[in-house]
């Protein structure tokens, strides 16, 4: 069965908020590119499935378990761009945050996701978008 790009992400999704952490990594690439930017409590690039999983640490470390309400999803091809809203609570502080949160997701030959890139301003989503996806981070 061949499924779109948007409904692989939808699925992705669901699977992490599921908790289902496995999932989300056997849909990326073991070259997976997670790109955050500057502003972000853990920037950086983090590459391979360990990258990945580092970043993902990181930040339940500091929010606790991470959930994401999808606002709205484009497809761009081999591309998605994903409106969200990343809702987490400490699980010692008790400190709740909700962000909203764009996300482009690139796909490669295999199907498999091989880059992330997280923004904060949807016109630097769309940016990126415009000159194509992973020439600008």
């Known amino acids: 069965m061949d499924r779109g790009y948007v409904q692989l992400v939808k699925e992705g999704y669901q ?3 599921s908790g289902d952490r496995a999932w989300v990594l056997e849909h990326m690439s073991p070259e997976i590119e997670w790109v955050t930017p ?3 409590p853990d920037p950086g690039t983090f590459k391979g499935y360990e990258g990945v999983e580092k970043f993902w640490a990181n930040w339940r470390d500091l929010f606790g378990l991470i959930r994401f309400d999808i606002e709205r999803m484009e497809d761009l091809g081999d591309h998605v761009l994903v409106h969200a809203r990343r809702i987490a609570k400490g699980e010692q502080s008790g400190v709740e945050i909700q962000e909203r949160v764009f ?3 690139t796909f490669g030959e295999d199907r498999r996701c091989i ?8 016109a630097q989503a769309e940016a990126i978008t415009r000159e194509g996806a992973g020439k600008a981070d």
């Open 15 to 17: 699977a992490w908020n």
């Open 38 to 40: 500057p502003d972000d």
């Open 103 to 105: 996300q482009l997701f």
């Open 115 to 122: 880059r992330v890139q997280e923004f904060y301003e949807r």
